[in-house]
């Protein structure tokens, strides 16, 4: 069975790079923005540096990747896309970053943020953790708590209008004990529709199958044949 959670009116989703959403929690965008939820993604850099190929530059494909997920929001229903325009492969959780992920968190106020694993190394026995994949989710973690709730940390923030937001809980993908798991299979064929805008990153694979495997993995676990799983850590009441 699925876990019963209630659904955010406003959610952010905090990444490394254009298509990382659309990998690992794109089937949680897409069923919370069918059932009302207001979503924002917030992508840390452009992807610019994402190609081997000699006859593209940076420039050329940070244009391409950005149109890429802006097709693969309109596909999930997600109203807002934010780029932070940090340079791809290289990011670091600094105090820049967290202090604009703080801006962030305190202009669109959500409900929930959805990010990634900072201590996660690796995943299985085939894939070693992009290191901009860890330094995204170390720092908005620590732009959810303390930052953003906190009045006097970049208390230049307020300066500009933006008011401490306390955010309710945080999904983290990727973690080795997830406590969450969402059933995605009403909704994988649009996540990998998502995916699938992606081009410059997948071609034509197959992406429908690799997500069908992914999730039913997932799901394992609750004897769910395609999910996502979270570590979901409740960190103020909603009535706060």
């Given at each position: ?94 105090l820049a970053l967290r202090r604009d992920l703080t801006r962030e968190i305190r202009r ?8 990634t694993d900072p201590t996660a190394r690796f995943h299985g026995d085939h894939y070693l ?35 401490p937001h306390r955010v309710h809980a945080v999904y983290i993908h990727g973690a080795a ?64």
């Amino acid at each position: 069975m699925t876990d019963e959670i209630t659904i955010p009116s406003r959610a952010m989703v905090i990444m490394a790079h254009p298509d990382d959403a659309e990998f690992v929690v794109a089937g949680t965008v897409a069923l919370w923005a069918q059932r009302g939820s207001a979503i924002c993604y917030c992508l840390c850099t452009r992807g610019d540096r994402g190609s081997n190929d000699p006859g593209i530059t940076p420039w050329a494909l940070a244009r391409i990747r950005e149109e890429e997920q802006r097709a693969a929001c309109a596909i999930l229903g997600v109203q807002e896309l934010v780029f932070l325009d940090y340079p791809d492969g290289t990011l670091e959780p600094t105090l820049a970053l967290r202090r604009d992920l703080t801006r962030e968190i305190r202009r669109f106020r959500p409900e929930v943020v959805i990010t990634t694993d900072p201590t996660a190394r690796f995943h299985g026995d085939h894939y070693l953790n992009h290191p901009d994949h860890r330094a995204a989710g170390s720092a908005a973690l620590d732009a959810v708590f303390p930052s953003a709730e906190t009045r006097y940390i970049f208390p230049e923030l307020l300066a500009q209008g933006l008011e401490p937001h306390r955010v309710h809980a945080v999904y983290i993908h990727g973690a080795a004990e997830p406590n969450v798991w969402i059933d995605i299979e009403p909704v994988l064929e649009i996540k990998a529709k998502a995916l699938a805008a992606h081009k410059s990153q997948v071609g034509d694979a197959p992406v429908l199958e690799w997500l069908r495997g992914m999730a039913r993995e997932q799901g394992r676990a609750r004897g769910l044949r395609a999910a996502e799983a979270f570590r979901r850590i409740v960190i103020n009441d909603r009535e706060a």
